[in-house]
């Protein structure tokens, strides 16, 4: 059974940090596009940070370029999300994704969400 399932996630004053995991089980990550996505309360899912294999190109979303760096660890088959100097604009839900690299860019596969997998989320809240 393919599943991912984010941890990490909780509650931050502003400028702090969190490392957000995503184990999968039931397939191997090494060759698939990998994404992290959030969801504010109120407002559509977007793509934070996405990250294709063939060429390990990046894309992060201009909010949170400088400050989020995604990651993955092949041997522990899980993608990683460290969130530094966080805002409380990044408050929502994380979900992490997975799918079958493309012809489309990094930056193209995260803005449009092809990605086969999803996880269940992890909620993150950043408020003093």
């Known amino acids: 059974q393919v599943q991912l399932e984010e941890s990490g996630g909780g509650l931050v004053q502003p400028g702090g940090s969190l490392r957000l995991s995503c184990a999968a089980s039931?397939?191997?990550?090494?060759?698939?596009?990998i994404g992290w996505f959030r969801q504010a309360p109120g407002k559509e899912r977007e793509g934070v940070s996405c990250?294709?294999?063939?060429?390990?190109?990046?894309y992060y979303a201009d909010s949170v370029k400088g400050r989020f760096t995604i990651s993955r660890d092949n041997v522990k088959n899980t993608v990683y999300l460290q969130v530094n100097s966080l805002k409380p604009e990044d408050t929502g839900v994380y979900y992490c994704?997975?799918?079958?690299?493309?012809?489309?860019?990094?930056?193209?596969?995260?803005?449009?969400?092809?990605?086969?997998?999803w996880g269940q989320g992890t909620q993150v809240t950043v408020s003093s």
């Open positions: 039931g397939f191997t990550l090494d060759y698939y596009a």
């Open positions: 990250l294709k294999p063939s060429d390990y190109s990046t």
């Open positions: 994704a997975a799918g079958s690299e493309t012809l489309a860019t990094v930056q193209a596969m995260c803005v449009n969400e092809e990605y086969d997998y």
